[in-house]
């Protein structure tokens, strides 16, 4: 049977496609793929296939090895000295809650449906296409801006460890403006060298993480007992500046952590070990080096890019260069963990069809997806090159947030709609009354006076919150229940990572949306433009959302694959 003609093939094609865009996107945004077409046929749009050969260690080892390197060595000083101060200790107690619920909502769709394409995949089957697209755009984003921002952190540390200003390392190109102007050569040979050993194998890989994760582990234990060592508890409450706020909370903030989700040889049995431990264990780790970070220096005092080896630095300057050497292994480790997860995720979304399918193939040698790796390394080297250190944080923070967000509204509206048999208008009904209320909390903390009418503002939101889940929970059934592994407490646990979420994403910068918000606009923009026409080919030709002419029932999910070993 001869194909459709491609809306590529030719210009006049194009226009015509372009001017059925409305038709189009009616068809395709809404559109949702089942568990089976992303474990089988889409799958094998990559041809050869990814080996599942990690086990729950081996999660755990990239859990650390992915959270701890950037977040500690590279963002506690910032968080520190310009928003949480002291209490960044329970600033980074809340985010490691809100990111073990997050997890929770990513190990029941990874259980369920082990590919690599997370949050992507994961809204795929329950929002659609174009959810999936703008979620997916997003998660790229956020892969290369954190990773930019960790490559420009392991030059700052290496700086420390060697006795080499930073400020040598990088030039600045006058013609470029404030921000963007700072040229960091070093930052793009690490992205480069990272990328050509992720090319080469997962497996190999995650042995040069543990064995890097390890080291950093021990560098931070004696980061710990160091900073308890030589520190002074009156630091948590007492600036060096008499003018600056004082107390163990003079002002919040909250940094987030990131949590990742891999194929494994055992996905039911690893994968709930894996991410809950890594999340779990960072956490501690977050808070053990934060309330060393607090003890050392006043936090008006606290080097916003180098925290730990400045801290050191003119007292102990053996000890600065230890912290500089033990950083810059976990930055390296955070590196490697993060370009292995945005390479698969672009690989996933090749297989869509909503970007070019290029990206989907995974070589036949190295078992990896060669095409993304490469592409990301060079994009993510090019970032790293020039754009500075708070510009790419704030981008990130959102990012994450919002992937959150949707993937915790995503696992309630698995669990209580079945598209067609279930209306789903009670559950968006619900999920649109929780946002709201969350929005209300979170901007009647921010910009409500102090006082009892803000206090009752607050109480008022949480028992609504409270009130809307409670009617939720006894008026709507579940009509899908996890074979496997579920999130606990249903349905209080989703929409308390909501809840955090929309919180969190409330203290972020103006400039941090106005950034998110461009992004967003030219993913919409590719999606109009490209990936819609793309996608509608991909049906017209039978691999996506059609298999033999009908549309694939749900009940085809319950078909098992081969690969999902129990």
């Not at 619920?101 to 659609?128: D, K, N, Q, W």
């Not at 994450?400 to 949707?406: A, E, G, I």
């Not at 990936?531 to 030709?541: G, I, K, L, N, R």
Request: proline share 5%.
């Amino acid at each position: 049977m001869e194909s459709p003609p491609s809306s590529f093939s030719t210009f006049r094609s194009y226009l015509r496609a372009l001017a059925q865009t409305p038709s189009r996107f009616a068809h395709r945004a809404p559109s949702v793929s089942s568990s089976y077409e992303e474990l089988s046929w889409v799958k094998s749009r990559s041809g050869s296939n990814m080996h599942n050969s990690l086990r729950w260690y081996d999660l755990i080892g990239l859990g650390i090895g992915g959270m701890v390197g950037a977040g500690v060595f590279v963002t506690t000083g910032r968080a520190s000295r310009l928003y949480a101060v002291p209490a960044i200790l329970i600033s980074y107690a809340i985010a490691g809650l809100c990111a073990l619920l997050s997890a929770f909502c990513y190990t029941e769709f990874a259980v369920h449906m082990p590919v690599a394409g997370g949050a992507f995949s994961y809204l795929r089957i329950t929002f659609g296409e174009f959810a999936a697209f703008l979620t997916g755009a997003n998660l790229i984003m956020e892969y290369v801006m954190s990773n930019a921002a960790v490559a420009r952190g392991f030059t700052s540390y290496l700086s420390a460890a060697i006795g080499i200003p930073t400020a040598k390392w990088r030039f600045t190109a006058a013609a470029l403006p404030k921000g963007f102007n700072e040229i960091d050569l070093l930052a793009v040979a690490v992205v480069l060298t990272v990328t050509l050993i992720i090319c080469y194998s997962t497996r190999e890989s995650s042995i040069l993480n543990m064995i890097l994760t390890t080291l950093h582990i021990l560098f931070i234990i004696f980061v710990v007992l160091m900073g308890f060592w030589k520190g002074d508890w009156n630091n948590f409450t007492r600036p060096m500046n008499p003018n600056s706020p004082s107390g163990f909370f003079p002002y919040i903030g909250y940094d987030a952590v990131s949590t990742m989700a891999e194929e494994v040889s055992y996905p039911i049995k690893d994968i709930p070990i894996g991410v809950t431990g890594s999340v779990v264990i960072v956490t501690i780790l977050y808070c053990l080096m934060a309330a060393s970070m607090s003890m050392l220096l006043p936090y008006d005092m606290i080097d916003v890019e180098a925290p730990f080896a400045a801290a050191f630095s003119g007292r102990l300057e053996w000890v600065s260069k230890v912290i500089g050497v033990g950083a810059s292994f976990g930055i390296l480790t955070s590196l490697l963990v993060a370009m292995l997860g945005q390479a698969r995720y672009m690989c996933v979304i090749g297989r869509s069809s909503v970007v070019p399918t290029w990206f989907a193939r995974v070589h036949s040698k190295t078992s990896t997806p060669l095409n993304a790796s490469a592409f990301l390394g060079i994009f993510t080297a090019a970032i790293a090159l020039f754009t500075d250190l708070n510009i790419l944080l704030n981008l990130i923070s959102i990012g994450t947030l919002f992937v959150y967000y949707m993937v915790a509204n995503a696992v309630i509206y698995r669990r209580y709609v079945v598209i067609g048999t279930t209306k789903p208008w009670p559950i968006l009904s619900f999920l649109c009354l929780l946002t709201l209320t969350s929005l209300l909390f979170t901007l009647s903390w921010h910009f409500a006076p102090s006082g009892s009418s803000k206090s009752f503002l607050l109480g008022l939101c949480i028992g609504l919150a409270t009130a809307i889940t409670l009617i939720f929970r006894h008026t709507v059934p579940q009509v899908r229940k996890p074979e496997f592994w579920g999130v606990p407490f249903m349905p209080w646990l989703p929409p308390i990572s909501i809840f955090m979420n929309i919180f969190l994403l409330g203290s972020l910068d103006g400039q941090s949306y106005v950034r998110f918000g461009f992004f967003s606009g030219l993913a919409v923009l590719v999606y109009v433009l490209y990936s819609v026409h793309a996608s509608f080919d991909a049906e017209a030709e039978g691999f996506l959302g059609v298999k033999n002419g009908e549309m694939i029932r749900e009940s085809s999910e319950s078909e098992e694959d081969p690969n999902h070993k129990v």
